[in-house]
């Protein structure tokens, strides 16, 4: 089964060729790396188009539309069986391309998620505050789906990998979603068909903007629990209407 391993870059020129060469030494030949750039005002672009090979497949934003709408557009534009998702800063681990393939295929399963470990900006590994995924929890849909409700850091995407039958079901991905790694953790804990290994499959770089937890206001946290009551219930027409066809 080939792979497609999608990414979405903006201002990525710091670590980017890291993260890059970690996924090449992975993929086949046959398999693809869509990159969806947002508009990226650094060398993001001449860093990529640098790369001579095919695999490499590059389409830019006409206007800034952030990371959910790059992402969206990556997933429609992957031609593979098996969809991986990577953000611009982390790492692969070794085998991970592998591992990850076998468990989805082995387990018949639409979505797979994993677990990270943690660097800094230097790459040192570092301890952070994120729960992350438990195997035992694979066939607990309805827990899985509270658990995204109340705000549990469980799900991303930078450690899942999904078949595009999935695809069907959520593309495309809604205006309002605040973000596309709930919307499909959702998508597959909905359709009972998840898993969940207990394997730290990336390093993930915690910097710059991204390396403290934010509280969040009453307001936002309000807003999050209404995006997620839509989410829900455009899913479950989705799948209702993916069924009846």
């Given at each position: 089964m080939k792979v497609s391993v999608c990414i979405a870059t903006y201002n990525g020129e710091k670590y980017l060729k890291e993260q890059i060469g970690s996924i090449l030494n992975q993929i086949s030949l046959d398999d693809e790396l869509i990159i969806v750039d947002d508009c990226s005002k650094d060398r993001t672009i001449e860093i990529l188009e640098a790369y001579n090979d095919s695999r490499i497949k590059i389409f830019r934003n006409e206007v800034n539309q952030r990371e959910v709408f790059s992402f969206g557009r990556a997933l429609c534009l992957a031609n593979n069986e098996i969809i991986f998702m990577a953000d611009q800063d982390d790492v692969w681990v070794e085998g991970r391309l592998e591992l990850m393939k076998n468990n989805i295929i082995k387990s018949e399963s639409l979505l797979l998620t994993s677990n990270s470990s943690f660097i800094d900006g230097l790459g040192r590994s570092i301890d952070f505050c994120i729960e992350g995924v438990f195997a035992k929890h694979s066939v607990s849909y309805n827990k899985n789906i509270l658990a995204i409700f109340v705000g549990k850091t469980n799900y991303y995407g930078c450690a899942m990998a999904f078949r595009k039958e999935l695809k069907e079901i959520i593309l495309?991905?809604?205006?309002?979603?605040?973000?596309?790694?709930?919307?499909?953790?959702?998508?597959g804990n909905l359709l009972k068909s998840n898993i969940h290994i207990d394997d730290k499959t990336l390093l993930r770089r915690i910097h710059g903007n991204n390396a403290s937890i934010v509280s969040r206001s009453l307001k936002e946290k309000i807003k999050s629990r209404l995006i997620f009551a839509k989410s829900y219930f455009d899913l479950i027409n989705r799948i209702k209407n993916n069924r009846s066809n």
């Open positions: 495309p991905i809604p205006n309002y979603v605040e973000s596309h790694d709930l919307w499909i953790a959702m998508a």
